[in-house]
């Protein structure tokens, strides 16, 4: 029975996520998932809070490359702070490239808890799960909001001294306002030819001149 009940979960985030990928998130209707599965819009509610929480568990396959680059960002060399401009690269390079389901996971209603959306994708598509023993790196994806995740990330650069503790705690918030004030901005023009490059570049060297600003000198 419960393999039933995850098979139908399943096809039902497939189907959602089809639907972003032809009409945008706003574009998921209830009636539109559960004709592609062949099932009444009823079903949909047995199986989720609501339709607003198998959005963002469909969304979650939209991000599943930003997801699996995090790991190489982690093992790469360099110390906490520029692994931090590294991250905030790479993911407005993602971001910026399709602002409404970023906005959606990262700032939406449920950002929050993200944590618990990506425990319940995974249980859905285990195969999908990341298999590593990096504990920093689960800690950081299953952690409260995108402040608290990014604020993760500061504290260790000034448990090595490269920053003040305060300092962290504002720069994880001026940087997140920074990346969603300006993702909302190109919330309709994205798509332009070269917008989303020039935006996601715009982004990451005001997000890094702001660290340099608090950044201790070695």
């Not at 599965?37 to 969304?59: D, K």
């Not at 960002?73 to 692994?83: F, R, T, Y």
Request: with cysteine.
């Amino acid at each position: 029975m419960m393999e039933v009940r995850n098979d139908t979960k399943r096809r039902l985030v497939e189907a959602t996520y089809q639907v972003i990928q032809e009409k945008g998130v706003e574009g998921v209707t209830a009636r539109e998932v559960a004709k592609r599965v062949g099932v009444t819009p009823t079903v949909i509610y047995r199986h989720f809070e609501n339709l607003y929480y198998l959005t963002v568990l469909a969304s979650i396959i939209c991000i599943s490359d930003y997801l699996e680059t995090l790991k190489t960002i982690n093992d790469d060399e360099e110390n906490p702070v520029e692994k931090d401009i590294l991250g905030w690269e790479n993911f407005n390079r993602y971001a910026f490239a399709n602002p409404p389901i970023y906005e959606t996971l990262f700032w939406g209603k449920y950002n929050d808890q993200l944590e618990v959306a990506l425990f319940d994708y995974y249980k859905i598509f285990p195969e999908a799960s990341i298999h590593n023993n990096d504990a920093f790196l689960i800690s950081s994806l299953f952690s409260g909001g995108i402040e608290e995740r990014d604020f993760i990330w500061m504290r260790r650069g000034a448990n090595e001294g490269l920053l003040d503790y305060e300092d962290a705690k504002f720069l994880s918030r001026t940087n997140c306002l920074i990346a969603h004030g300006m993702l909302m901005e190109h919330m309709s023009d994205y798509t332009v030819p070269g917008v989303a490059q020039k935006a996601a570049a715009e982004c990451t060297a005001l997000i890094e001149r702001n660290i340099r600003k608090y950044q201790k000198k070695c």
